[in-house]
């Protein structure tokens, strides 16, 4: 076969250009969604003129109960270019991985061939959308952006990041380093996606979790179009503690490890204890004794904080609360 024939039997392989919508989580995005609009409308013309995309192609913004003025904006883009721009306005603010979950449930029920996940900031590069789109006209189910590096963090931010990669690994989930929620999902990844039904969602677990085919592209990732970061250190930490308890049991597991080596030290310092009294050295033994009541006291307190977490977890799975309620959409 020459390569003119394998070119031809490549091309002849590959998906249509599918319906593709762009799903955009929004909090408090006033500042950056008109910027962010007029971005993410010029990719879709690129990508329709180029062939790649069906012309019903659009962009979902979820506006996830902000407090400043980001559902007029939409409300207005919707009215300006309705066949580009719709809207879904959640009833109460219910965090960044439920407003994207509603989001890519909307997709669905547009019936679309593939959804585009993103910030509203824009530090995600919306032209890796194109490798994404062309590795799902090859036969990919899932897309995932991967950041190439992270020159724009600060050392602690890299340094955690990294850390929060490992240890997920080595607690048995599965992650894509580097990855946040930039991603390509087909309509089938989709309607599996739709089938998970846990209150307590961390998509960087459940999305890999899927299975399907999966592809990477790589992007340099930059800074925010205006506005502040929604994720400060306090939530990056209530974040990872999510990601760790909703997919992995090992903490409980290292919890009878620790109470083993607890026991351990405290058999050394009780024959500590003993030599100390019977050599006249009972003062040297009380601190000993004392040492070792801190350490099995926070060994308990430890256990007894990481035992709670998954307590709370399965109260709010009983309880089967809807993950988000939507008010109104465009």
Not at 60 to 86: C, M, Q, R
Request: charged share 20%.
């Amino acid at each position: 076969m020459t390569n003119e024939e394998n070119a031809y039997d490549t091309c002849a392989r590959l998906r249509e250009a599918p319906v593709m919508v762009f799903v955009i989580p929004c909090y408090n995005e006033e500042a950056a969604l008109h910027v962010t609009a007029g971005v993410l409308k010029s990719k879709l013309q690129d990508l329709k003129d180029a062939g790649q995309i069906a012309s019903e192609s659009s962009v979902v913004f979820v506006d996830d109960g902000s407090a400043d003025k980001t559902w007029d904006v939409i409300a207005a883009l919707h009215s300006e270019h309705p066949n580009i721009f719709h809207g879904v306005k959640l009833a109460h603010n219910r965090g960044h991985q439920n407003a994207l979950f509603a989001g890519l449930m909307h997709a669905l029920q547009l019936n679309v061939d593939a959804a585009v996940s993103m910030d509203a900031d824009l530090q995600d590069d919306p032209n890796a959308v194109d490798g994404m789109v062309a590795a799902y006209r090859e036969g990919a189910e899932i897309v995932y952006g991967v950041r190439d590096n992270r020159d724009t963090d600060t050392a602690f931010k890299r340094g955690t990041a990294h850390a929060f990669y490992s240890m997920m690994k080595w607690l048995g989930t599965e992650t894509v380093p580097d990855h946040a929620d930039y991603r390509l999902m087909s309509r089938a990844a989709l309607q599996a996606l739709s089938q998970y039904k846990e209150s307590n969602l961390f998509l960087r677990g459940l999305v890999p979790s899927l299975g399907f085919k999966t592809a990477k592209v790589f992007y340099k990732r930059g800074t925010r179009v205006a506005g502040e970061s929604k994720y400060p250190l306090k939530k990056m930490v209530s974040f990872a503690i999510e990601g760790v308890t909703s997919f992995s049991t090992k903490p409980l597991t290292m919890i009878t490890g620790l109470g083993v080596f607890s026991v351990l030290v405290g058999v050394i310092m009780l024959v500590y204890t003993l030599v100390s009294v019977f050599s006249g050295h009972a003062v040297a033994g009380w601190g000993s004794m004392m040492c070792s009541m801190w350490i099995l006291g926070g060994f308990i307190l430890l256990a007894l904080g990481v035992t709670g977490e998954y307590i709370a977890k399965i109260y709010l799975e009983v309880k089967a609360r809807p993950r988000y309620i939507i008010e109104e959409s465009l």
